[in-house]
């Protein structure tokens, strides 16, 4: 079984603090990596997709591949209360056509 | 540009009851997937079809759940009977094509489905 693991948390930073979410995936041969965030009782909505090793800028976040670990991270700068939500690691397990595998999510809150 | 459809948005049968869900992908996404999400638990796949054709359906219980993209476009999700343990948001999501970089998946708002 090719598993995304991620701890459920809840992550709790205050306003304007680095948040970090971790992800480990067991499958070596996965070649692509998204964060999604999902809003209470919203759909999934791509924030950071990561295709090498090292890191990823996109504004206030981060992403972070080490392949040779199966880890993936998020990094969240100058946090705020609209970024409270459940983030999702979804990882391609195929080497041909997209199929993700989603971990359980980390919810985050950020406290005023 | 629109985004996905799904319809209805909330389902309450009872078990052993059937139901149907139903899906439009944005316009020209040739890749359409549906997930089934419980409860504090990420998506899981059910089935993925490029155009009308399934491209992997191996976590569909197809003792009782059954998909068809009949004219590559938009999608039914079809469970008989339902059971307790199907209480789940049915999402649909769809994308540009089958593979590759930047092949981004949207969601569409999905169908909370509960059974009692």
């Known amino acids: 079984q090719k598993e995304v693991e991620q701890n459920s948390g809840p992550l709790s930073v205050p306003e304007g603090a680095i948040a970090s979410l971790n992800c480990t995936y067991s499958d070596r041969v996965s070649q692509s990596f998204f964060w999604y965030r999902q809003y209470s009782g919203k759909s999934p909505e791509l924030i950071m997709s990561?295709?090498?090793?090292g890191d990823k800028e996109d504004g206030r976040f981060t992403a972070q591949l080490n392949k040779a670990s199966q880890y993936v991270s998020l990094l969240i700068r100058d946090s705020q209360p609209s970024d409270s939500a459940t983030y999702l690691c979804?990882?391609?397990?195929?080497?041909?056509?997209?199929?993700?595998?989603f971990g359980t999510g980390t919810r985050l809150l950020v406290s005023p | 540009e629109a985004g996905v459809a799904q319809s209805p948005r909330y389902k309450i049968i009872e078990k052993r009851q059937s139901v149907a869900f139903w899906c439009n992908p944005i316009s020209g996404h040739a890749t359409l997937y549906w997930y089934q999400q419980i409860l504090g638990q990420g998506p899981k796949l059910l089935i993925q079809f490029q155009n009308n054709g399934v491209v992997d359906d191996s976590q569909l219980p197809k003792d009782r759940f059954s998909a068809e993209r009949l004219k590559g476009v938009d999608s039914t999700l079809k469970i008989q009977p339902a059971k307790l343990e199907d209480s789940a948001v049915y999402l649909c999501?769809?994308?540009?094509?089958?593979?590759?970089?930047?092949?981004?998946?949207?969601f569409g708002p999905g169908t909370r489905l509960t059974v009692l």
């Open positions: 990561i295709y090498s090793n």
């Open positions: 979804a990882v391609n397990t195929n080497t041909g056509f997209q199929k993700l595998v």
């Open positions: 999501a769809s994308s540009l094509r089958l593979a590759g970089e930047w092949n981004e998946q949207f």
